[in-house]
């Protein structure tokens, strides 16, 4: 019998800073599915972003940001809300972690790595303890 996946939903407002650059991390750990949605999506990744990950050797470029789903929502393990308050949805008895985060939204590079390294962190911590569970 094989066992599904844990699988972990990164979300923020805009779906094209914080949610990405969170997920692109997340991927590095394959058995980890990893999603990113935002409550009003952008049209494209943040470029700050994108560069900032690319320094990581992560390309996050070929990303859409995507409005979040109930499906999507209810077939994860783990919701990780970055900043969308009470536009972030919410389903009882599902774990939810909140990063309070800086939005990297119009930011220059320098702000933008900070927010990246914080980040990194946070997400080797999460699927350490995902992995674990």
């Known amino acids: 019998m094989r066992m599904r996946k844990p699988g972990v939903l990164f ?3 805009h779906n094209a800073g914080r949610s990405q650059m969170a997920a692109g991390f ?11 949605g ?10 700050v972003a994108v560069a900032a990950m690319q320094e990581k050797g992560i ?30 949805p919410y389903i009882p008895g599902k774990k939810y972690v909140d990063w309070p985060l800086n939005d990297p ?10 927010v990246r390294d914080e980040i990194e962190q ?12």
Not at 124 to 130: F, G, H, I, T
């Open 11 to 13: 979300l923020c407002v």
């Open 59 to 88: 390309d996050v470029s070929k990303y859409v940001p995507q409005r979040w789903t109930m499906d999507l929502l209810e077939s994860v393990d783990v919701v990780v809300t970055m900043g969308c308050g009470d536009e972030c």
């Open 26 to 36: 997340m991927r590095q750990f394959q058995a980890i599915e990893v999603f990113s």
């Open 38 to 47: 935002g409550s009003e999506p952008a049209n494209s990744v943040n470029p």
């Open 122 to 133: 946070r997400v080797k911590l999460l699927a350490e303890e995902m992995l674990n569970d």
């Open 105 to 114: 939204a119009g930011q220059g590079i320098e702000m933008v790595r900070s």
